[in-house]
């Protein structure tokens, strides 16, 4: 339990040491394909919520080859990200960039992609290793930061970096108020299956990184939604088995201030249209100014709450036994 806990609590220092770095120069880019899966996966979403409000065009690939059709007529930077380095589909979403000519940057600790970079000459930014990936992810996503930099892609990160990590260093002090806010849902979310409400850009990004991080650190099912959509289909699905899912199932939601102003109505009257049979456990708003910031703010809650629920469960959150199988499976079944 104190490792994963230590791992989340290094995210300002994480933040830190990408604000530290030079990030390669790679010439100007208003189109981006960013490639990725999981824990670093994650790291493409957050800096499209970053990139997107400057102009640049951001896509998110989460899966193999080949490449959607645009890029033949758009010739996006292509970024692809590993924490291992040996994720099959960002190798093979890498080689098929390459195939087609596509400029290729890469952000990894090393494994296949990172040699494949030094072959092949692409820009990397390579990531201390150590850690879980998805308890890597100030890495990731500062590092991906920083290669977009370089690429012109967004402006200048330094003072964002550096307000994320100051708010992540005061959230995940113990007794902290987001400390306790955390203590406070995670109690509330005890013994259920958690489904995490967005409403925008921010928010709704960060609902993903809760409902992975349920998954992996206590083990838990859990889903995510997003505002308004959900209130065009997902808020009937409460009606047949109010018994079951008032005992079973618990909503969280989260804020921030870019979320459309007919957002902050839509949340009052699902949660009163739906608490009959579903408890909502709590509210979570964002802080600070940078995006970057407000993205971290609504993590770190999330990380903490993910953590505190193992704990409670009596569940080991490092361990992903079942991910690892299944990549064996995989890795038996490939061709030589």
């Known amino acids: ?95 098929s960039a390459f195939e087609m000519g596509l400029p290729v940057a890469v952000v990894t600790t090393g494994g296949k992609l990172g040699e494949t970079a030094r072959l092949r000459g692409w820009p990397m930014i390579e990531v ?33 970096i550096a307000e994320a ?29 958690t489904i995490v409400y967005g409403g925008g850009p921010v928010s709704s990004v960060v609902a993903q990184r809760w409902k992975t991080q349920i998954n992996e650190n206590a083990k838990m099912p859990a889903w995510w939604s997003t505002l308004p959509e959900l209130d065009h289909n997902e808020i009937v699905g409460w009606e047949t088995l109010p ?15 870019d979320d459309h102003p007919r957002i902050r109505s839509r949340l009052d009257h699902t949660s ?3 608490s009959y049979a579903v408890p909502w456990a709590g509210e979570v708003a964002s802080e600070g100014v940078s995006v970057l910031a407000r993205l971290i703010s609504l993590t770190v809650v999330g990380d903490l709450v993910s953590w505190m629920m193992a704990d409670a469960a009596g569940v080991d959150p490092v361990p992903v036994e079942t991910i690892e199988k299944l990549k064996k499976l995989l890795a038996e079944e490939k061709p030589e």
């Open 243 to 257: 018994e079951m899912t008032r005992e079973k199932f618990a909503v969280v939601a989260l804020t921030d201030r």
């Open 128 to 160: 201390p290793s150590g850690y879980q990936p998805r308890a890597a992810a100030g890495y990731m996503i500062g590092a991906t930061l920083r290669m977009l930099e370089g690429a012109r892609a967004v402006d200048e990160q330094v003072f964002s």
């Open 272 to 274: 009163s249209l739906t």
């Open 165 to 193: 990590a100051r708010i992540a260093d005061e959230a995940l002090a113990e007794g902290s108020a987001r400390w306790e806010e955390a203590m406070r849902i995670a109690e509330r979310l005890a013994d259920r299956v």
């Open 1 to 95: 339990m104190t490792d994963m806990l230590s791992q989340i609590r290094s995210l300002g220092d994480q933040l830190r040491w990408s604000a530290e770095i030079d990030p390669p120069a790679i010439g100007t880019h208003s189109d981006v394909l960013f490639a990725g899966m999981g824990g670093s996966g994650i790291a493409g979403d957050y800096a499209a919520a970053v990139a997107t409000p400057t102009g640049t065009r951001f896509s998110v690939l989460k899966g193999y080859g080949p490449l959607p059709p645009w890029v033949v007529r758009q010739r996006p930077l292509v970024v692809a990200a590993s924490y291992s380095g040996n994720t099959e589909e960002t190798l093979d979403a890498a080689e």
